[in-house]
């Protein structure tokens, strides 16, 4: 399929690409205003996506769209790329069986009608595939500028990054374990490099939460080369270095904590096979792109 854009232009010669979503979302701030800074475009928020003046060749929504702003869209002959990212309602939606998430994708292609999208898994694409539209698996890319961590001989700082509420099934177990072994949990770091091991689970087991969600917690981990444990989700599953170790319960979190105690100045092996992976802005940016010219 090949978007026909004004006049005879196509993607391959755009200069105008604009990116709209809600300012709110922390999403925004990855595949928005990071990501759309690398590709050159223009971004604006939902509220008037064409109050530039100019009429963007190509739009990308990010995240959950405004049926106002796709309206306006539509009706200046702008052709959308939806970028789902995590759209589907939270939290309700991440404990939705396969059956409610597939219906759920249905209405919401059938309300806004992308040219094409974009998925954050395989697991994701795969399940767009129905629909027949161009898509693109694209995975969360790191926090552009994180430091390094260094890894300290001994552990004592473990930490989670993003909303308590998304790991209180977990909370107990994990700070239970922690202080068991004279380390401090803590929930809300100053930075993922400040740690020395990352926990990536969630409080979750619907299908989208373990087949849709990105692999931005473990991208950011990956960029500071701090060992992570996390739940055997799709996005995670597809990113990993090897160096990961797995847990979805908290026997096995338990299990992880005491291989990496056991390896307690010997940590730098998985923090270098890590920071190897790092899903850097400019390459997942440079395949953006190359996918865009190729509709």
Request: charged share 25%; glycine share 8%; with cysteine.
């Amino acid at each position: 399929m090949r978007l026909r854009l004004r006049g005879n232009a196509d993607v391959r010669t755009m200069k105008r690409l604009l990116l709209v979503g809600s300012n709110a979302s922390a999403s925004w701030r990855i595949r928005g205003e990071q990501l759309g800074r690398a590709l050159g475009a223009s971004l604006s928020n939902f509220g008037d996506p064409l109050a530039g003046g100019q009429r963007p060749d190509l739009a990308i929504v990010v995240k959950r769209p405004n049926a106002g702003a796709v309206a306006r869209l539509r009706a200046a002959g702008v052709p959308i790329v939806w970028d789902i990212v995590d759209a589907w309602p939270q939290p309700i939606g991440n404990w939705w069986e396969r059956d409610v998430c597939v219906q759920w994708l249905k209405r919401e292609i059938k309300a806004i009608r992308p040219a094409a999208v974009v998925a954050s898994t395989s697991a994701m694409a795969s399940d767009l595939s129905p629909f027949g539209l161009p898509t693109l698996v694209l995975p969360h890319h790191a926090r552009p500028g994180l430091e390094r961590a260094t890894v300290r001989p001994e552990i004592s700082r473990v930490g989670y990054e993003g909303g308590q509420s998304y790991i209180n099934g977990w909370f107990a177990d994990i700070d239970g374990a922690c202080r068991k072994r004279g380390w401090r949990f803590d929930p809300k770091p100053p930075s993922v490099s400040a740690l020395d091991i990352v926990v990536a689970v969630r409080d979750a087991d619907g299908y989208a939460a373990k087949n849709w969600k990105s692999n931005v917690k473990l991208a950011n981990a990956q960029a500071a080369g701090v060992p992570c444990v996390l739940n055997r989700e799709r996005g995670y599953l597809e990113t990993a270095s090897g160096a990961e170790l797995w847990a979805d319960t908290p026997v096995e979190m338990e299990s992880a904590f005491d291989t990496l105690s056991a390896e307690n100045g010997a940590r730098s092996w998985r923090s270098e096979l890590m920071h190897a992976k790092t899903p850097r802005i400019e390459a997942i940016a440079a395949q953006y792109r190359t996918w865009l010219e190729s509709l």
